[in-house]
């Protein structure tokens, strides 16, 4: 295997310059972002004080909703009628 002499030639103007590049690109894409989360924040607030049932009360409302159904389909269950274990019921 020969030694060869070639050298590895790295423009560090360019790779600065791309660099620079980069970090703006990533400051502008932050700020962006964090503008875009203060909107839909401001815009979330607004859509809820706009309700008369706070989301909380919902939620609450929904889970008792669910706790009622889960007891009726439970004693609908347990108060259907067995059928013969031999398929005659059917």
């Known amino acids: 295997m020969t030694n060869s002499s070639a050298s590895f030639a790295l423009n560090t103007r360019l790779l600065k310059a791309g660099a620079v590049l980069a970090g703006t690109g990533l400051?502008?894409?932050?700020?962006?972002?964090?503008?875009a989360g203060f909107a839909l924040s401001r815009a979330a607030r607004g859509w809820m004080q706009?309700?008369?049932?706070s989301p909380g009360a919902i939620a609450a409302?929904?889970?008792r909703q669910v706790r009622h159904a889960t007891a009726a389909g439970a004693q609908a269950w347990r108060g259907y009628p067995q059928l013969a274990t031999d398929g005659a019921g059917r």
């Not at 706009?50 to 049932?53: D, G, P, S």
């Open 27 to 35: 400051v502008v894409a932050t700020v962006g972002a964090g503008i």
């Open 61 to 63: 409302d929904k889970a």
């Open 50 to 53: 706009q309700h008369e049932v």
